[in-house]
């Protein structure tokens, strides 16, 4: 950053910043910041500080006088820029990807500079009422019915938390809100159902919310990794003959490892006919949704009672910003709410105050990132944006089909491609994994691309993820050439 004008500055012995001062330094941020995205390809994707190298530049103590903002803008450059992995950075194919956009960035300014807490309508009914009508155009967005009520918490991890808080809560005479579950002889086990592939999400909600590991039976996947119905069926079976309480069901609608789709519609039917909460995580997957070709995904999820998706992944959301919809917003309630006197308010029997549907009480304007980011592209220009994704997660799935020394190894639904190298004569299982391993390792050492691995069925598999809001056909080119160049390397 440029900092250097001979502005003299002055400090005030109490209150804010000037105005002036934050009207100078805000220009000059935003220009910093449209710069930053401007070059973003001319720095390494992946952060390569060691450990403690950030730490280690900074003071031990906190400074005592006011320091120029000048120098802490310098430092940015300095001593924070050279430890960020830069995730708005077009060759960054990793995890899941979540690239912010524009629009995202101002909203998240504008958010800051309000600073209101929705906790209540009346502490801001401007951020109750946006969410209420953001989250029904992203309803719309999705194909979901009006059925489905939502809200927005913070992550998929927390969303899918309280999920399951609300799939314990409907169990009659369980009265864990009241009684707990530690303890109890008058009670069975609970038991919640998952995929192998479920996300760790679903697993620390269930350590959270006191049914435990033990807790969480894990179904087997066929070979597409896409959770095998009848083994769900015979799973609840087994457990409710020897005592357990089958009381949730979490399908996924792309799962992180490869993306695969649970069957929801037959696991939808199955929980149907056994009382048992149905939600759908669709973290990642359910962003493509918003493409109209893509909507068979979604096939029964109407029949779930909650889902969570992130426009945070895969809508050009800054982190972080989850939806939840439910069917039964009434039994989340019940959950939840608790009102003590300070908290009641003249308008409560007429308006929806969020803080009644979750564990938090403080909540961010975060609907100001979807209502600022949907106007700004429109539905249209989002759609487009997923598509040419999906166009490239596939383009790139087809060069690792056509080329002799890399295999697929999962159907790719969306844009995301696992797969590995198996040059001719390598078939040993041990050396193809160190292969593989060595392969990700050298391309992320160029600084030039950034992927991540999974492993499935004991092989270690690397992913390239197509979700960047900046990702164009040559990116994906520059990590192909990259992989087939290194891969050269190592086995000549
Ligand atoms: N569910 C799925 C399928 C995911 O892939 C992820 C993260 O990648 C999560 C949930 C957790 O998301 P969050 O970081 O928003 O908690």
């Keep these: 950053m440029n900092f250097n004008e001979n502005h003299q500055r002055q400090i005030q012995p109490l209150g804010d910043m000037p105005p002036e001062e934050f009207r100078r330094y805000g220009h000059e941020l935003i220009d910093w ?51 960020i992995t830069h995730w708005n950075h077009p060759n960054f194919m990793a995890y899941f990807n979540s690239t912010s956009s524009g629009p995202g960035i101002l909203a998240e300014l504008l958010s800051a500079s309000f600073n209101v807490n929705g906790m209540l309508w009346k502490t801001s009914p401007a951020s109750t009422e946006l969410e209420q009508v953001t989250l029904n155009w992203f309803r719309q967005m999705v194909g979901l019915s009006k059925n489905f009520w939502g809200i927005i918490y913070d992550t998929a991890s927390v969303s899918s938390m309280h999920a399951i808080a609300a799939a314990r809560e409907q169990l009659a005479d369980y009265n864990s809100r009241l009684k707990g579950l530690a303890g109890r002889n008058d009670i069975k086990r609970l038991r919640l159902y998952a995929s192998e592939q479920a996300h760790s999400s679903i697993d620390k909600g269930a350590i959270t919310l006191g049914v435990g590991l033990e807790g969480i039976r894990k179904i087997p996947v066929d070979n597409e990794f896409r959770m095998i119905p009848s083994a769900l069926k015979d799973a609840i079976e087994d457990d409710k003959k020897n005592g357990w309480l089958p009381f949730c069901v979490v399908a996924t609608v792309g799962t992180t490892s490869t993306t695969s789709i649970d069957p929801v519609d037959e696991i ?12 759908v995580d669709a973290a990642h997957g359910g962003i493509a949704a918003i493409v109209p070709e893509m909507r068979h995904i979604f096939k029964g999820v109407e029949k779930a009672d909650s889902i969570v998706i992130n426009p945070h992944k895969w809508m050009f959301t800054p982190v972080d910003l989850s939806v ?37 009480l403080g909540r961010r304007f975060r609907s100001l990132k979807l209502w600022f980011i949907i106007r700004y592209f429109g539905v249209e220009g989002i759609a487009a944006r997923i598509r040419e994704h999906l166009r490239l997660g596939k383009l790139f799935s087809s060069w690792v089909d056509e080329h002799p020394s890399f295999e697929r190894m999962a159907p790719v639904p ?71 160049n290194e891969l050269e390397k190592l086995i000549d």
């Excluded at 939808?268 to 939600?279: F, P, Y």
């Excluded at 797969?419 to 390792?441: I, Q, W």
Aim: net charge negative; hydrophobic share 40%; with cysteine.
């Design 33 to 83: 910041i449209a710069d930053y995205l401007d070059n973003i390809e001319s720095m390494p994707v992946l952060s390569n500080v060691k450990p403690g190298d950030i730490k280690n530049n900074l003071p031990q103590n906190p400074p005592a006088e006011p320091q120029p903002m000048d120098k802490v803008f310098e430092d940015i450059d300095k001593i924070i820029l050279p430890g």
């Design 268 to 279: 939808a039917e199955i929980c149907l006919k056994e009382n048992i909460w149905l939600h």
């Design 324 to 360: 939840f919809f439910t069917k039964k917003p009434k039994v989340l309630k019940q959950a939840f709410s608790l009102v003590v006197e300070y908290l009641k308010t003249s308008e409560d029997s007429v308006v929806e105050n969020y803080m009644d549907y979750g564990i938090q």
């Design 414 to 484: 969306f844009s995301t491609t696992c797969f590995r190298a198996h040059p001719a004569g390598t078939d040993d299982e041990a050396s193809l994994n160190s292969l593989n391993e060595k392969l990700m390792s050298n391309v992320n050492s160029t600084g030039k691309v950034f992927l991540t691995h999974t492993k499935l069925n004991g092989k270690f598999v690397i992913r390239l993820v197509v979700s960047g809001l900046r990702t164009e056909e040559k990116h994906v080119e520059i990590a192909w050439e990259l992989l087939k």
